[in-house]
């Protein structure tokens, strides 16, 4: 069964800290895996990773992917209020062209 | 740039009602898909196309019907809606396998 672990399901924090969130996959065929911020509406795209160790960055978030631990991990430093949302990854399945979710972290961050 | 587009927002339907769901993209995108989201659950997949007059189930499609007439539109279909439907739909298309997806607002449906 293929599976897409989020840690910690929320998480709040004062402006200025940073933060790590954490994903874990089982998954068969495994090609990818994405991340994604959800605010009100739509998950808007943030990172792809396919390949170990290299480090994906965009402004103050960064992401890695390791895929001898099947884990990766979402940094985000100098958090903003603008920054709370619910963070999505995803796995890319080979087969049925299938991007599978994890539940999300929701991250609360106050001023 | 309106990029996914879903229509409508909101809708209320009565058990045994039928709907359809509308979503249109303007990327030219090869590939669509339809998710569902209910809390604790995570975004599901429940139909997608490969291109325009394709179609293929998701993990969740019992229920549903999809139809890609042309390129750029995706329709989701309730036959007779029941209220494990109730659920928040997503939208999304990309420009082909192992693309990242790009996700319309979201149609929220409640069946009562």
């Known amino acids: 069964e293929d599976k897409v672990v989020q840690s910690p399901l929320s998480l709040v924090v004062h402006e200025g800290d940073t933060v790590t969130l954490n994903c874990s996959y089982e998954?068969?065929?495994?090609?990818?895996l994405l991340w994604y911020k959800q605010e009100k509406k739509a998950p808007t795209f943030l990172f792809m990773l396919?390949?170990?160790?290299i480090e994906k960055k965009s402004g103050r978030l960064s992401s890695i992917l390791d895929k001898k631990e099947l884990f990766s991990i979402l940094n985000i430093t100098a958090t903003q209020t603008g920054d709370s949302a619910v963070y999505l990854c995803?796995?890319?399945?080979?087969?049925?062209?299938?991007?599978?979710f994890g539940t999300g972290t929701r991250l609360t961050v106050i001023p | 740039n309106a990029g996914v587009t879903q229509t409508p927002k909101f809708r209320v339907l009565k058990t045994g009602q039928s709907m359809t769901l509308l979503c249109a993209q303007d990327?030219?995108?090869?590939?669509m898909y339809w998710y569902r989201q209910d809390p604790g659950m995570g975004l599901r997949l429940i139909h997608y196309?490969?291109?325009?007059?394709?179609?293929a189930k998701g993990e969740v499609p019992d229920g549903y019907n999809v139809s890609r007439l042309k390129k750029q539109n995706f329709l989701l279909g309730l036959e007779s809606a029941a209220p494990s439907q109730t659920s928040v739909y997503f939208c999304?298309?990309?420009?082909?396998?192992?693309?990242?997806?790009?996700f319309g607002n979201g149609t929220r449906l409640t069946v009562t």
């Open positions: 999304a298309s990309s420009f082909g396998n192992n693309s990242p997806l790009h």
């Open positions: 998954v068969t065929n495994f090609r990818s």
């Open positions: 396919t390949s170990s160790g």
């Open positions: 995803a796995a890319f399945l080979g087969r049925a062209n299938n991007l599978f």
């Open positions: 990327m030219n995108h090869e590939y």
């Open positions: 196309s490969v291109g325009e007059g394709t179609t």
